[in-house]
Structures are given as C-alpha cells and as structure tokens.
C-alpha cells in the first residue's frame, strides 16, 4: 500500500479510537490523583500497556516511550503520585503536541 493511501487510513482509525484514549487517559488521571487501590493499580497498568503498544502505530512514538514508563512506575512497589500525574500530563501533551497522525 503506498503511503498517501496508508495515511488517510491511519487518521481514520486514530478517529475511531480517540474516544477510548482519551478514557484511557482519564483513567490514568485517576490512579494519580489516587487513592490507588489494588484494582485501580491493576487497570492502570493494563491502560498504560496498552497505550504503549498502540500509541506508536499511529505515530505517536513519545507518547510510547512515556506510556511504557508509566506502566514501569505502576508496576513498582510503591508509585509516587506526583511522578503518575507528571507522566499522564506528559503522556497526554505528546498525544494533543503530534496531532492527527
């Protein structure tokens, strides 16, 4: 497929999926603004991976960088909050900085 056909297709599916970023995003919101429960750890962890592996298809290869930092910072034994909601606001400006794919 050439580019200028792969490009419009890309746009269309980061569209699709922009409404379920940005609740992941929120939700990342939330295990920083605490209190981080064991199940909010847990979904907050599964949000970070996912956006990790997605973000990078459509471009968006800081905010993969940042995300896989985020589940790193989750998955240890004690996150500091200030470091999760630095890292979801950093995570959300490359996000809104890159645009539309």
Known sequence: ??????????????QRN???VQQRLALLD?????PLTPELR????AVA?????????FGFHRGTLIAREL???LE???PEAATLA????????AIDLAGQP
Do not use: F, V, Y
């Not at 497929?1 to 980061?14: D, G, R, V």
């Not at 847990?42 to 962890?45: F, K, S, T, Y």
């Open 42 to 45: 847990g979904e907050a962890i």
């Open 49 to 57: 991976h996912k956006l990790s592996g997605s973000l990078g298809m």
């Open 30 to 34: 939330q295990a920083a603004a605490g």
């Open 18 to 20: 922009l409404p379920q």
């Open 76 to 78: 240890s034994p004690s």
């Open 1 to 14: 497929m050439q580019e200028s056909a792969l490009n419009p297709a890309i746009a269309a599916l980061w």
């Open 86 to 93: 630095i890292l979801t606001a950093q995570l959300r400006d």
């Open 71 to 73: 589940e790193e910072r």
